[in-house]
Nanobody
């Protein structure tokens, strides 16, 4: 059974926006620090942003000022609003705990930004 389910990816032109959603399943979700990660082709998976149970956010330098992470504890959802997208943002986006748990990866959602 999937622990998280990501959605909202797609194909967008450079400068455009996408909103990713992650539906989580842990009963203690409200206490979890959650992160968004991405993996570009032929590259290692990297952290994009994370949000603590108290709502404190941290971003990778490459997305600061463009991406916003948020959470809805009642719905057990983690959101990633991505604006001013660049071709280098292309990749498969995943959500997981932060730090990531090996058995908590979902299938990811593909984001493709065309130039």
């Amino acid at each position: 059974q999937a622990q998280v389910v990501e959605s909202g990816g797609g194909l967008v032109q450079a400068g455009g926006s996408l909103r990713l959603s992650c539906a989580a399943s842990r009963t203690i979700f409200r206490l979890d620090t959650m992160g968004w990660y991405r993996q570009a082709p032929a590259a290692q998976r990297e952290l994009v942003a994370f949000i603590t149970s108290g709502g404190i956010t941290t971003y990778a330098d490459s997305v600061k000022g463009r991406f916003t992470i948020a959470r809805d504890n009642a719905k057990k959802m983690v959101l990633l609003q991505m604006n001013s997208l660049k071709p280098e943002d292309t990749g498969v986006y995943y959500c997981n705990l932060y730090p990531a748990a090996r058995d908590y990866w979902g299938q990811g959602t593909q984001v493709t930004v065309s130039s």
